[in-house]
């Protein structure tokens, strides 16, 4: 499966073809790219990306995806997990959008299709985080069904069990 649908989103399995584009900000095409993406962020994914497909082999599902708008298929942000379940069969789960698109719901719809994967893959559930002060992030994780279950001084923690 390399992509998932959800109803404004596709969300496209990062080939290494796609990490390299994004590592070097070569887009397939000049309106490819909403403006602001990709951000650091998604260059540093995209590299590690890279760097573990050397290491590690493919992923599978369980690595990172690019979000694109259906109806003009413009990226206009990234999600994916931090790596394959762990003993628990948990995964840990990261997005972003760029700005201009920020406000639309697209993360909430695109983590929700993200969950519904790792769920038919077997997963337990799923964790997250986000810095204290970033009330959107906290809000697209309560969107998609995740709790929160604590903090630390620096980030809060949800969670979500299938």
């Known amino acids: 499966m390399d992509e998932l649908l959800s109803e404004r989103l596709v969300l496209r399995r990062l080939t290494v073809g796609d990490a390299a584009r994004i590592v070097t900000l070569l887009p397939e095409s000049p309106d490819g790219w909403a403006e602001g993406y990709p951000s650091d962020v998604d260059v540093a994914v995209a590299q590690r990306f890279l760097n573990a497909r050397v290491e590690h082999g493919d992923p599978g599902v369980f690595g990172p995806y690019e979000i694109r708008r259906r109806a003009d298929q413009v990226a206009v942000g990234g999600i994916g997990f931090h790596g394959p379940p762990d003993e628990a069969r948990f995964v840990t789960v990261g997005y972003g959008?760029?700005?201009?698109?920020?406000?639309?719901?697209?993360?909430?719809?695109?983590?929700?299709?993200?969950?519904?994967?790792?769920?038919?893959?077997?997963?337990?559930?799923?964790?997250?985080?986000?810095?204290?002060?970033?009330?959107?992030?906290?809000?697209?994780?309560?969107?998609?069904?995740?709790?929160?279950?604590?903090?630390?001084?620096?980030?809060?923690?949800?969670?979500?069990?299938?």
């Open 97 to 162: 959008l760029a700005p201009g698109v920020r406000g639309q719901g697209y993360a909430a719809e695109a983590l929700r299709a993200l969950l519904e994967l790792a769920r038919a893959h077997g997963v337990a559930g799923a964790k997250g985080d986000a810095d204290l002060d970033n009330l959107a992030s906290h809000r697209v994780m309560e969107a998609a069904g995740m709790r929160y279950v604590g903090e630390d001084e620096r980030v809060r923690f949800y969670r979500v069990e299938f």
